[in-house]
């Protein structure tokens, strides 16, 4: 069973760089795009970005400016940077599977617990 | 940028059966996704490629894509069910609707 999990400070300064990384367990990265996405309290799901097993990004065109994503394929692991942040950026961030291939694009089909993030100082 | 509209919320009754709308340019050509979140949970994945369930997901729930909207629909409705809903798609990046809120009353 694939499992994720985030994992970063719960806390970050305006101006800061929030930086975060999802741990895959139970599966490889390997043939799988990699997704970052994040809710603000009380609304709804915002996507930041993607990144394949080969390294190629994609960002929300709203973020693009400010968002790195790496992957470290020897860890599992990938990771999230957003720079210059403000409190419009706390939220609960999570990470989730990408699938698409051959058969076509198939959504997040699993998904981390998430991780609440608050800027503030 | 592409945009996804949902309405804010819809209720049903137990048993019954409720639809969720999902609209955008267009939509029909593009795969659709449906997501199930509960309060204080990740959200789940229902429905991709706009009618398929993935394994573990209640035949209750079924999905369809045409012209301009994507439907969600919950058949036999349990209490259970009650949860936010969202829809997703991808053009050139994902994007997500604002959800709708099902209550079950």
């Known amino acids: 069973q694939v499992q994720l999990q985030e994992s970063g400070p719960g806390l970050v300064k305006p101006s800061e760089t929030l930086f975060l990384s999802c741990s895959v367990s139970?599966?490889?990265?390997?043939?799988?795009?990699w997704t970052w996405i994040r809710q603000p309290p009380g609304k709804g799901l915002e996507w930041i970005a993607c990144?394949?097993?080969?390294?190629?990004?994609k960002e929300n065109p709203s973020l693009k400016s400010r968002v790195i994503m790496s992957l470290d394929i020897s860890k599992n692991l990938f990771s999230l940077s957003l720079n210059s942040v403000t409190a419009a950026d706390t939220a609960v961030y999570y990470c989730?599977?990408?699938?698409?291939?051959?058969?076509?694009?198939?959504?997040?089909?699993?998904w981390g617990p998430g991780t609440l993030v608050t800027v503030s100082s | 940028s592409y945009e996804l509209t949902q309405p804010p919320s819809v209720s049903v009754s137990p048993g019954q059966t409720v639809s969720i709308t999902c609209s955008g340019d267009?939509?029909?050509?593009?795969?659709v996704c449906w997501y199930q979140q509960k309060p204080g949970q990740s959200p789940v994945l229902v429905v991709f490629q706009d009618d398929r369930r993935p394994s573990g997901i209640p035949e209750r729930f079924s999905g369809s894509n045409s012209g301009n909207t994507a439907t969600l629909t919950i058949s036999g409705t349990q209490a259970s069910d009650e949860a936010d809903y969202y829809c997703?798609?991808?053009?050139?990046?994902?994007?997500f609707g604002g959800g709708t809120k099902l209550t079950v009353l």
């Open positions: 990144i394949s097993d080969s390294g190629d990004t």
């Open positions: 997703q798609t991808w053009d050139s990046r994902t994007v």
């Open positions: 989730a599977r990408d699938v698409r291939g051959s058969g076509g694009w198939r959504g997040n089909d699993y």
């Open positions: 267009e939509l029909g050509d593009k795969y």
């Open positions: 139970g599966g490889s990265i390997n043939n799988y795009y």
